[in-house]
């Protein structure tokens, strides 16, 4: 496996842009596309030689992990694309990807079409989005983000006991089940934060950001909107508050 960064550099996506991961045998596939950067193109194909690339697996349709793919099968018109689109990869699917067996998984949350793909022989997972070190995952709650299925992705990848966690941004992950399990203290800490913050009569979105998400840059003001969203839904659906025209409040007994 050979890890190729994408060429799109931000604060969001890392300092060399996103990961794509190639995995080179009689079948040679690229997890993720990138964002179809002529340089990423370029040391695809200098890592393939002489290699056609054979196929492009997709951990989720966000333009950062999915915009590449035109660039891609233009340079390698054979090149198969698979996500979680209908007719492409299903819940379980075993996977020929270069030398090995990949089980596709599905894990919403982060978008409800994002799959991990474990490599059955090395338990090494490719996780996309689900987790990063350094950093939390936003739940995109306005567009299609669910906080309630994050969690049970997360739970649902540590009960497989990874051995690594290759992630779409950042350095690999060598301590899996510690990572999830702090991703998942985060979570219950945020939650107990947000009734906490209401109880103490705050209910709007904008205030409770501004309480609990401090010395934010304004680049990521909206994605904490999102994320706050996102554990008012959960909470919302589990009776726990009470949303009335843009304001909210806990629940009564």
């Not at 099968?73 to 698979?82: E, I, K, Q």
Request: proline share 8%; hydrophobic share 40%.
């Amino acid at each position: 496996m050979l890890s190729i960064p994408a060429g799109n550099p931000s604060p969001w996506t890392g300092p060399d842009g996103n990961n794509t991961y190639l995995l080179a045998g009689p079948l040679p596939t690229l997890i993720d596309a990138g964002v179809g950067e002529p340089s990423h193109i370029d040391a695809v194909a200098s890592a393939l030689g002489r290699a056609p690339l054979a196929q492009i697996l997709i951990t989720h349709s966000h333009p950062d992990h999915a915009r590449g793919v035109p660039a891609l099968t233009s340079r390698w018109p054979g090149a198969l694309v698979r996500n979680l689109a209908p007719d492409h990869c299903v819940d379980n699917e075993s996977i020929a990807a270069g030398d090995t067996t990949l089980r596709a998984l599905l894990t919403p949350g982060h978008a409800p079409d994002h799959v991990c793909f474990l490599d059955e022989a090395t338990r090494d997972v490719y996780c996309g989005d689900l987790a990063r070190l350094g950093g939390t995952i936003v739940i995109p709650a306005s567009a299609g983000g669910s906080l309630v299925q994050y969690l049970d992705s997360l739970r649902r990848i540590r009960a497989l006991s990874p051995r690594r966690l290759l992630p779409g941004h950042g350095p690999v992950i060598d301590d899996p089940v510690t990572v999830i399990d702090k991703y998942l203290e985060h979570r219950a800490e945020r939650e107990a934060q947000v009734l906490d913050a209401l109880r103490s009569g705050m209910s709007s979105i904008d205030a409770l950001v501004e309480r609990i998400y401090t010395n934010l840059h304004p680049t990521v003001v909206r994605a904490a909107r999102d994320s706050m969203l996102a554990h008012l839904v959960k909470l919302r659906d589990e009776g726990r508050v009470i949303e009335r025209d843009g304001e909210w409040r806990e629940a009564g007994p």
